[in-house]
């Protein structure tokens, strides 16, 4: 029997409420079963990805560690569309870690080459 991938798709800005750190937490948390995980961050979620946060403004623990932990259980990579980032006005190459910029056909081939497809 082959190992299910999963794919975790999240929506939600960085602060504000637990969606962010709740998709980050599935992530991680599936690598540790030795289940292939990659992680999609769509519209206001390509924000957890800016360097140099200062969450302690909101009164919230900072992303940051969270995501530069993500090679070491085997993520390696982090999705997001060139839709996401024009709307913030952000360049892939700026962001920390550096996602892979898809378009709308990439996104949907992205999708279909996961078993699970979990959106936060």
Known sequence: MSQKSILVICRKAPYG???????LDIALSGTIFDIPVS?????????????DQN?????????????????????????????????????AQRLEPCPVALDTTELHDLIKRHDVVLTV
């Not at 409420?17 to 998709?23: I, Y």
């Not at 992680?39 to 360097?51: E, F, H, T």
């Open 17 to 23: 409420s637990s969606a962010a750190r709740d998709a």
């Open 39 to 51: 992680l999609l961050l769509l519209d206001d979620a390509v924000l957890q990805l800016l360097p």
């Open 55 to 91: 969450s302690s403004l909101v009164g919230e623990k900072n992303l940051n560690a969270m995501l530069g932990a993500l090679p070491l259980y085997d993520i390696n990579q982090v999705y997001t569309s060139l839709q996401s980032l024009a709307l913030h006005g952000l360049e």
